[in-house]
């Protein structure tokens, strides 16, 4: 079995662009299990249901839910309470590991490490996972810390100091942005429309929905 | 959070600042300012703070677009809501924390209960919410905390923070062709 653990930002993302049927294609060409947390759900359903303006988008996400082309975690045996004292585990180590004038900066919160948390539950089950995730912050103290200190220290004008070693235990995770979804999902035939223009297009409209995805790689993603 | 006695003198700077441009109706001072605040809203993530950002770059809206003729007696308002800044700079000053934020609270509801523009001024704070989350999310913290802090949702500030062009050498961390492999590996 594999997983495809999704954040809320690239449900928000994908639902926005009408692109959430790309995970039904995926799903049915890959048998992979697509998993929310019960964090990510909160964020991309419970949440916006109530706004109008947003109440559209999380029903779509809703209807994936009930559909089940997405599951929850107990779909494969992981119950929330293992989730939740990990997400707890992993919030406690990056909202303290990078601090500026003796106080830590909080700079996450439930939602994505509730992702991290359900894959490192899986891959301690040896279950491949991948978590699809836009989330900039969360990404770049997993691959590479040193670069949000500098991005910090840059923008707060002052040291910022990062304790790197607590942050090892990120640096296990997997992940893919908005921009490689789609990226695969054109390359597998999971993109309904047809055309030499449709992977620059939606790669691009994931971009202006928020993720961080450059130009400079949009291009290269073009041409691979 | 506890607000450290060097930030409350900025602070206390920056609220005489604003008090005084919100006189002069200098939209550019108090833009300026409520950039400013930003700084502190990332470090130490108080209601405070954050409060004071979206309120003072709310007001530099109204100013700006000439939109404060339409509050009934705006100098009025003017007065009333320097008095409450005087007592939030006396509150910091005096390193009662829990009282600072209570009266910018309260600066707060007083400029949204103007009745003459009651659901404009909402939708500038809107605004100007989803403004100051990006700011702050562009200092490195997550969309999802920037999304919580600023009472907005993540839905909101994707759409937003999709149109800005962040500068991306700090946040790329994996060869795109690397993780494109990866992807395709995965669903393969």
Same mark, same amino acid.
């Not at chain 1, 449900?11 to 929310?36: A, P």
């Not at chain 1, 599951?71 to 406690?92: G, H």
């Not at chain 1, 790669?203 to 691979?224: M, N, P, Q, R, T």
């Not at chain 2, 009025?76 to 009266?103: G, P, V």
């Given at each position: ?24 294609? &995926?799903?049915? =060409?890959?048998?992979? #299990?697509? +998993? ?6 909160? *964020?991309?359903?419970? %949440?916006? /249901? ?67 948390? &359900?894959?490192? =539950?899986?891959?301690? #089950?040896? +279950? ?6 836009? *989330?900039?912050?969360? %990404?770049? /103290? ?83 | ?188």
């Amino acid at each position: 079995m594999k997983v495809l653990i999704l954040d809320s930002g690239i449900l928000i993302n994908l639902s926005m662009n009408g692109l959430l049927y790309i995970l039904e294609e &995926l799903k049915n =060409i890959t048998g992979l #299990k697509i +998993i929310i947390t019960k964090d990510v759900k909160t *964020e991309t359903i419970d %949440r916006p /249901i109530g706004i109008p303006k947003f109440e559209l988008g999380a029903l779509r996400v809703q209807n994936l839910l009930n559909l089940k082309i997405i599951d929850l975690p107990d779909s494969i045996q992981v119950s929330d309470n293992q989730i939740n004292s990990l997400t707890k585990e992993f919030m406690e180590l990056a909202n303290h590991s990078i601090q500026s004038h003796n106080q830590f900066i909080q700079i996450v919160s439930n939602a994505e490490m509730s992702c991290l948390a &359900l894959s490192k =539950i899986l891959s301690d #089950k040896n +279950i491949e996972n991948i978590i699809g995730i836009d *989330e900039r912050t969360t %990404r770049v /103290i997993s691959e590479k810390p040193e670069n949000l200190e500098k991005l910090m220290s840059d923008k707060l004008h002052q040291k910022i100091s990062i304790n790197k070693k607590k942050l090892i235990t990120f640096s296990e995770f997997k992940f893919i942005r908005s921009s490689e979804l789609i990226f695969a999902a054109f390359k597998k035939g999971a993109i309904k429309l047809k055309g030499p223009k449709v992977l620059e297009a939606a790669l691009y409209a994931v971009k202006y929905h928020g993720s961080s995805v450059s130009f400079e790689e949009i291009d290269v993603l073009k041409k691979l | 959070m506890f607000i450290e006695k060097e930030e409350c003198i900025h602070i206390i700077g920056l609220l005489e600042r604003a008090k005084k441009a919100l006189l002069n109706k200098d939209s550019n001072i108090l833009r300026d300012l409520s950039d400013q605040t930003v700084h502190s809203a990332c470090n130490y993530q108080d209601s405070g703070s954050i409060t004071i950002s979206v309120l003072i770059y709310t007001l530099s809206k109204l100013v700006e677009r000439e939109d404060f003729k339409k509050i009934k007696n705006w100098e009025e308002f003017i007065k009333k809501f320097n008095s409450i800044l005087d007592l939030a700079i006396k509150a910091i000053n005096s390193s009662n924390q829990s009282k600072y934020e209570k009266y910018v609270e309260m600066a707060r509801t007083l400029l949204q209960s103007q009745i003459s523009l009651k659901q404009y001024i909402q939708d500038v704070f809107k605004k100007a919410s989803i403004n100051k989350g990006s700011k702050i999310y562009e200092h490195g913290l997550s969309l999802e905390h920037t999304a919580k802090l600023l009472g907005t949702s993540q839905w909101e500030l994707s759409e937003y923070i999709g149109q800005k062009h962040f500068e991306s050498s700090h946040i790329q961390t994996m060869d795109v062709k690397k993780r494109a492999k990866m992807a395709m590996e995965f669903f393969s």
